[in-house]
Nanobody, 129 residues
Framework: QVQLVESGGGSGQPGGSLSLSCSASHYGETFADNRRCVGWFRQAPGKEREYVGAVQRDGLRNIADSVLGRAILSLDKDKHTIHLQINSLRPDDTGMYYC???????????????????WGQGTQVTVSH
C-alpha cells in the first residue's frame, strides 16, 4: 500500500513563500508508469477540499487556477518526493494541505479528490501578518 507523508507546513506571511514536500513509499508503484498522478489538495476550515496541482512521472503537471503563476510543482525521482512551492502567499492559501496518489484520467491528472486513492495525513499552512 502506498504511503504518503507530507512535511514543510507552517506559518508564512502574505507575499512570502512556503515549500511543502510529499514523500511516497512504494515509489515504484506510485509512479509505475505515466498512468499515475500525485497531487496536492488543500482544505480551509468550513470549506470543501480544493485541488492545487498534480504531477505525473514524466513531469507533466497541471496547476489549479487559484495558484497558477504562484505554485511550482516538481518531482524528485531519486528521493521519491514531490515538492510544492507556493510564492506570493495570500491569506486564502491557509489550510490543511494533503498529498494524494491515484490514477491519471485520459493521460492527465484529475482534479477531483474522489479519484485519488491514497492520502497523506496533511500538513497545516497558515498565512497571516
Amino acid at each position: 500500500q502506498v504511503q504518503l507523508v507530507e512535511s514543510g507546513g507552517g506559518s508564512g506571511q502574505p507575499g512570502g513563500s512556503l515549500s511543502l514536500s510529499c514523500s511516497a513509499s512504494h515509489y515504484g508503484e506510485t509512479f509505475a508508469d505515466n498512468r499515475r498522478c500525485v497531487g496536492w489538495f488543500r482544505q480551509a476550515p468550513g470549506k470543501e477540499r480544493e485541488y492545487v496541482g498534480a504531477v505525473q512521472r514524466d513531469g507533466l503537471r497541471n496547476i489549479a487556477d487559484s495558484v497558477l503563476g504562484r505554485a511550482i510543482l516538481s518531482l524528485d525521482k531519486d528521493k521519491h518526493t514531490i515538492h510544492l512551492q507556493i510564492n506570493s502567499l495570500r491569506p486564502d492559501d491557509t489550510g490543511m494541505y494533503y498529498c494524494a496518489s491515484g490514477p491519471s484520467v485520459v493521460d492527465d491528472c484529475p482534479r477531483q479528490s474522489r479519484t485519488y486513492i491514497y492520502w497523506g495525513q496533511g500538513t497545516q499552512v497558515t498565512v497571516s501578518h
